[in-house]
């Protein structure tokens, strides 16, 4: 009797749609913080960073989740810290960058 050939395993990604909307808020920071809108920049970011911690947690990748808990508490809209300058600037930049990327690589194997 003939054995089946296995499928391969599929996978899904769950964060990118998240990060996606966190990295252009971040991006758009810079601007966005001389206006009215800076508050939301704040919550995007901090939710966003909570949504992509939970599904790195679920796919046992830690180390992402550590990353976006510290993003979250860094850009917490609740008591902002209220950093300012170029360095605040680069930070935003990273973040969204950390943003994309970990949504690339964040992936946890399809059931069914």
Known sequence: MASRAQRPTQYQR???APGLLAAIALFLAPVLFQTEWSAVVLYVAAIGALIVAWF???ARQWWWTVVFVAVAVLWNPVFPFGFEGG???VAQFVAAVAFLV???LIKTPREG
């Open 102 to 104: 970990a949504g690339a």
């Open 14 to 16: 769950n964060a990118p």
């Open 56 to 58: 790195a947690l679920q």
């Open 87 to 89: 360095a605040w600037t």
